[in-house]
Structures are given as C-alpha cells and as structure tokens.
C-alpha cells in the first residue's frame, strides 16, 4: 500500500519490538535513498503501531495481509486501524495516531 506497510515477524522475547522497528526504518530509509528509488528523499513517519498474534491466527493474519488492496476499497488505512483499535478496546489518543495524508 502506498501509505503503510505491515511486516509479519517471529521475535524472540529478549528482542525488543522498537529495535526491530527501528533497524527496518533505518535499512530501509538507506536503501531506498541510496539506490535513489524515488524522486525526493525517504523518511519513514514516526512511530509505529504493532498487534500481537498467536501461531493459531497466522493464516489468518497473513490472508490479511495479502490482500490489503482489497480491504482498503472498503475502507482506508485510518477508518480501520481506529476500528481495529476500538475492536481490542485500545485506549488512544489521536493526538499520537499516524499523521494521516491522502495518497492518490
């Protein structure tokens, strides 16, 4: 999707998620940059948000995420993070949600 990525991952319990996140950011960013894979400069938003999975829930999450294109006709990436949200009963505050842009 033009506007988000999702990453299925298998951490082991002594990794911390914002390591990870923030090692993918960073590679990532370089690499695009460095190989000059768009026009204008990379940067990833700050911030990240990250959902917790069983084994049990992995063809599910991973049918999920084959087929964004299909759920995003639906609704966009804001409409269903903030259900998925409200779903789980996570409190928030938007004020510390994504910063939203329209993507053609």
Known sequence: MPDHTHILLGLKPDIAVSTIVRDIKANSSR??????????????????????CGEGDLDRIIHYITNQEYHHKKRNF???????????????????????????
């Open 31 to 52: 690499f695009i940059n460095e190989y000059r894979l768009l026009k204008c400069r990379f940067n990833w938003q700050e911030g990240f948000g990250v959902f917790s």
């Open 78 to 104: 804001k409409e269903e993070y903030i259900a998925i949200l409200q779903e789980y009963n996570v409190a928030y505050n938007e004020e510390y949600l994504f910063k939203w842009i329209a993507i053609d």
